[in-house]
């Protein structure tokens, strides 16, 4: 899961050694299983993992991601607006 989300914009891509450096070096694995648990994510501080991606040179802006989305109702009632879309 952490290598799917951690291409940065500057092209730096994550590699599973780069991800057991940066595990070390913040103390998120303290049993070394290059696993998290949900506990040890938990115990995680992301003010860590931010510090340490910026030390590798990522922007702030690179350490988030951001998603919106809604459902509009297309059935029965709906706005006319939403039914003639849907036809289309």
Sequence with gaps: EVLAQTRLGNGWWMTPESIQEMYA??????DGDGVLSL????NMDLRD??????SHKAES????RNSHHTWLYQGEGAHHIMRAIRQR
């Design 61 to 64: 802006s690179e350490l988030v």
């Design 25 to 30: 070096a913040i103390k998120a694995d303290p």
């Design 39 to 42: 506990q040890e994510f938990s």
């Design 49 to 54: 993992f931010h510090k340490y991606m910026r």
